[in-house]
């Protein structure tokens, strides 16, 4: 019992990569060997004993094959002592594995393996809403939140977490920011000093523009005055906090009931919402283009951030043109779906 003892302990430290060669290396000499001891007894073919000591380790034991002779006999015997407890140990050990996993994953200290996801740093109740924004928009996109926290914030099979300084290239490096599709920082509400949450928030800019200048990097700003310093780091968009509420709240006291109307706009949940069209070649005006959409159930808006193009109706559309119009989910799936097949043709 003691060497048993003994060599369990050591099994038991083994990396997991030696104790797999080993289990495969013992169960291939194994086959080997019951095999050369009764080649009858499992008709003249290997593969018969190897399957016997499958079912042997794994504890089935169909019955189908089994040992004659004495040498045969006692080989099992040893099978069963040594082999069914290499297999227990071995499935032990992927038990742990995937265990390990789990808690790697709950703690952040996953790196992030995919590509053209969305990352949000600064975990908050904002960060919370953007979250189910994104999947109620998109649910085949990732995303992955940076925090400094140790749990991870939003348990979903779509949402990974990395814990760590978003200001530190290593972080950032196991966030995949180089091969995001954007990065969009909130302002840290766990800092009372509103200069101080600027602070952080441009630092944290600074950092993504000198890794991952190409990532398109929208932040919340808390004062309006330092918008001028994060020009300076080359951040593509900014938000300033309480900004949109503000101004909803005036809209809701001046134009009754049409707070619903901006609701939908700021949610994809429900209702209409703003959409980016592909191009159709044959559109050589606006006023066209409005009349094909408008025909098919989108309202042509602004082409990028343009949206007087409704008073230049005969003007041509760019080649480089991105236009946006108004409508609900089925149709632009549509209209999306014409575009690709115009490209096909």
Known sequence: MFIIRKLSLKLFRLKSVFLLIGTVMFVLSSATLIYLLEPATFKERWFNALYWVMTTIATVGYGDFYPTTVPGKTFAMFLFVFGIGLLSLVIGKIIDYFVQIHRKRGAGQLKYQGDNHIILINWSRKAKLAVEEILSTDEDIEIVIIDDSDKHPYDHNKVHFVSGDPTSVETLENAA?????AAIVFSDSRIDDSSLVDGKSLLIASSIERYAPEVHTTVEIVMEKHIQNFRHVKVNEFVLSHDAVSRLAVRAALHEGNIDIYTQLLSRKDGADLYEIPVNPAWA?????????????????????????????????????????????????????????????
């Open 177 to 181: 920011v180089r091969h995001a599709r």
């Open 285 to 345: 005006t606006y006023g066209e283009a409005f009349q094909d959409l408008i025909r098919k159930g989108a309202t042509l808006i602004a082409d990028r951030s343009d949206m007087g193009i409704n008073r230049r109706l005969n003007d041509p559309v760019p080649p480089d043109a991105k236009l946006y119009v108004i409508t609900d989910k089925e149709t632009i799936i549509t209209l999306r779906r014409e575009g690709e097949g115009r490209l096909q043709r």
